[in-house]
C-alpha cells in the first residue's frame, strides 16, 4: 500500500450507533471492561467505535479477522499492535477521537500519527501561550481576532499528530517545535535544537472531515511523499 489510509466515523451516525453491540463484540475482555468504565455514554462510544474501526480496517490488508488483532498500549497511552501476524505486512495504525468523530491512519512501514478536533470547543484564551512556540504564538496572535479560534486548531492538530506519529505524547515538549503554515503548501516543521529530528523527513497534511471536524496527519518520508486517502464510512460488521 504506497499510500496512508484515513478513515473517519461519526459516532452519532444512526447505522454506526445501531451496530455498537456488533463491534463491541470485537474488543477483548479486557477492552470490554474498559469502555463499561467511562463514566460518560458518549467517551464509552468512541473507544468502541476506534477500535472497531481500527480493526476492521487493519483485516483489509492482512488475513485476520477483526477480532483476532490484539493491541497493546504503548509507554505513553498510543494504542500498537501486540504483534505483527505471520506474512502480514508493517502496517502501521494511529487513532484519534474528538466530540462526534473517530478516524484511524494506516500506512505500511512509517511511522504515522493522526488528530482530530472539534473545532466548537470552548478554550481559555492562555492556551497557545502554554503549549505553542513562540513563533506560533506570534502568528496565532497576529490574525484577526476571529480567525484565531480555527487557526488554533490548525496548530493544535498538527502538534498532536507529530507526537502521536513519534509516540511519545507529552514527553516531547510542545514549545520546542514550531509548524509554519502556508496557503497553498503543505505545513513544514521545525525544531529547536534541543529536540532531535530532522524536519525534511516528515510530511504534514489537513483536512476537513467535516464543517465542525479539523484533521491532521503526520508521516515519516522513507521517500517521495505518500498520497494521503481519507473516506467516511461505517465500520463493518463481520458476518
Known amino acids: ?79 500498537e499492535l501486540a504483534r505483527r501476524p505471520p506474512g502480514a505486512p508493517d502496517l502501521r495504525f494511529n487513532l484519534t477521537h474528538t466530540t462526534g468523530m473517530v478516524a484511524c491512519a494506516l500506512t505500511i512501514g512509517r511511522e504515522v500519527g493522526v488528530d482530530i478536533e472539534h473545532i466548537n470547543r470552548r478554550l481559555s484564551y492562555e492556551v497557545p501561550e502554554r503549549f505553542f512556540s513562540p513563533q506560533e504564538v506570534a502568528d496565532l496572535r497576529a490574525l484577526p481576532d476571529a480567525d484565531q479560534p480555527t487557526v488554533f486548531f490548525d496548530y493544535w492538530t498538527l502538534k498532536e499528530a507529530y507526537i502521536k506519529a513519534r509516540g511519545l505524547g507529552l514527553a516531547l515538549p510542545l514549545r520546542q517545535f514550531t509548524f509554519m503554515r502556508s496557503d497553498g503548501h503543505a505545513p513544514s516543521i521545525a525544531f529547536a535544537p534541543e529536540l532531535h529530528d530532522d524536519a525534511d523527513s516528515w510530511q504534514f497534511a489537513q483536512f476537513w472531515p467535516s464543517a465542525d471536524h479539523r484533521m491532521a496527519v503526520a508521516v515519516r518520508r522513507t521517500g517521495a511523499d505518500l498520497p494521503i486517502d481519507v473516506e467516511e464510512i461505517v465500520p463493518e460488521v463481520p458476518a
Open 1 to 79: 500500500m504506497d499510500k496512508v489510509l484515513v478513515w473517519t466515523a461519526r459516532t452519532e451516525a444512526r447505522e454506526v450507533q445501531d451496530r455498537l453491540p456488533s463491534y463491541q463484540r470485537l474488543l477483548t475482555d479486557d477492552e470490554k471492561q474498559r469502555a463499561q468504565r467511562f463514566a460518560q455514554r458518549d467517551d464509552a462510544t468512541r473507544f468502541i467505535v476506534g477500535r472497531a474501526l481500527a480493526r476492521t480496517m487493519l483485516s483489509r490488508f492482512a488475513d485476520v479477522s477483526p477480532e483476532a488483532w490484539e493491541f497493546v498500549i504503548g509507554e505513553h497511552g498510543r494504542p
